[in-house]
């Protein structure tokens, strides 16, 4: 086997790795955002949002787009950014300090915060998604 199809088998695993991340953030997204506590209805549109694009995107990595790995890393800082607003916004107009409700949307910020170091630091991934060459065809 060659180093570069090893690379490729090591940037689809860690495409695969970022897909469970990404779905388990969903997860706890999607029960935020229904959860009766919660008084933004707006977390269910960003939530579905979220949903929607990361999966596109991803797919778009997984079809070696050069840009798909930027959009993906600049939308989950997005997300991130989104997600946690609300909650500080929830947890500074409540009374109690809502354990369950910010238990839900910090382990979906964990998750994204995860998925967000492969993209990054992957060299495999970075290869991936570099614009092929005439040899890669």
Same mark, same amino acid.
């Given at each position: 086997?060659? +180093? ?6 090591? &940037? ?7 897909? =469970?991340?990404?779905?388990?953030? +969903? ?14 209805? @707006? ?16 797919? &778009? ?13 600049? *939308? ?18 409540? @009374? ?12 979906? *910020?964990?998750?994204?915060?995860? &998925? *967000?170091?492969? =993209?990054? &630091?992957?060299?495999? *991934? ?12």
């Amino acid at each position: 086997m060659s +180093h570069a199809s090893r690379r490729k088998i090591r &940037a689809r695993i860690w495409l695969c790795v970022i897909l =469970l991340l990404l779905t388990g953030a +969903h997860y706890y997204f999607i029960r935020f955002s229904i959860d009766r506590l919660n008084t933004y209805p @707006i977390t269910q549109g960003l939530t579905f949002g979220c949903v929607l694009w990361t999966t596109v995107i991803w797919g &778009a990595m997984w079809l070696r787009y050069p840009w798909a790995r930027y959009v993906m890393i600049a *939308l989950l800082c997005l997300g991130i950014i989104s997600f946690s607003w609300i909650a500080l916004l929830l947890r500074s107009e409540s @009374i109690n300090s809502l354990p369950e409700l910010t238990r839900l949307v910090v382990y979906g *910020l964990m998750l994204y915060t995860v &998925a *967000l170091i492969p =993209l990054g &630091a992957s060299r495999a *991934l970075r290869s991936y998604s570099a614009p092929r060459t005439a040899g890669d065809r």
